[in-house]
């Protein structure tokens, strides 16, 4: 499955943005679908994740400000992004498992980066 990620840009802080992740390849039905980040200088981490029932992961930094969500018609996945801070600054990827312990951890599939950059 190939995973195309879009929705970053430039924002201040408290501001929202849609993160998009449109896949293509196969139908992503029964595959859990994941978010995760990479800041500057910093190791990827994990951001959120949605199995493929609906049940929806959120590390404990975005609880409450982020949600995710999928399409199974357009065969994409959203993260809906509210009240940014200048720490969630980041380059997004979305990623894809058939397993949804892996899909927190260390998926098999992932898309390219959309950048957020959040101001003070």
């Known amino acids: 499955v190939q995973l195309q990620a879009s929705g970053g840009g430039l924002v201040q802080a408290g501001d929202s943005l849609r993160l998009s992740c449109a896949a293509s390849g196969r139908t992503i039905t029964r595959y859990n679908m994941g978010w995760f980040r990479q800041a500057p200088g910093k190791e990827r981490e994990f951001v959120s994740a949605?199995?493929?029932?609906?049940?929806?992961y959120y590390a404990d930094s975005v609880k409450g400000r982020f949600t995710i969500s999928r399409d199974s018609a357009e065969n994409t996945v959203f993260l809906q992004v509210n009240r940014l801070k200048p720490e969630d600054t980041a380059l997004y990827y979305c990623?894809?498992?058939?397993?949804?312990?892996?899909?927190?951890?260390?998926?098999?599939?992932w898309g390219q980066g959309t950048l957020v950059t959040v101001s003070s």
């Open positions: 990623a894809a498992d058939r397993a949804i312990l892996k899909v927190q951890s260390a998926p098999g599939y």
């Open positions: 949605i199995s493929w029932g609906g049940v929806t």
